[in-house]
């Protein structure tokens, strides 16, 4: 059984910075995509930022430029940095691994349990 552990959520004024991590802990194979979602109030989940375990990274337009993912393979772990935070980044901030990629997808999927990230002034 896959487990995910994220951290790192809090309160944060605009223009502040937070890290998220998340520790993945389990059977886990060694082809594998792990990735940050987010669902604010009212809407619908949405994609933020996915890393594959080469590095390589995808962004949502929203976030370009301002959050960085990125992942320790030796520790299962995959991390948000958040910078240039903004109110609209507010919502629960869920951890995803997307594991054994055969025939052209991910068989598997995990979720994180969230944290919130809070952006006020």
């Known amino acids: 059984q896959v487990q995910l552990v994220e951290s790192g959520g809090g309160l944060v004024q605009p223009g502040g910075s937070l890290r998220l991590s998340c520790a993945a802990s389990?059977?886990?194979?060694?082809?594998?995509?792990m990735g940050w979602y987010r669902q604010a109030p009212g809407k619908q989940r949405e994609l933020v930022a996915t890393i594959s375990r080469g590095g390589t990274t995808y962004y949502a337009d929203s976030v370009k430029g301002r959050f960085t993912v990125s992942r320790d393979n030796a520790k299962n772990t995959v991390y948000l940095q958040m910078n240039s935070l903004r109110a609209e980044d507010t919502a629960v901030y869920y951890c995803?691994?997307?594991?054994?990629?055969?025939?052209?997808?991910?068989?598997?999927?995990?979720w994180g349990q969230g944290t919130q990230v809070t952006v006020f002034s």
């Open positions: 389990g059977s886990i194979s060694s082809n594998n995509r």
């Open positions: 995803n691994l997307e594991d054994r990629y055969r025939f052209g997808r991910y068989l598997d999927t995990y």
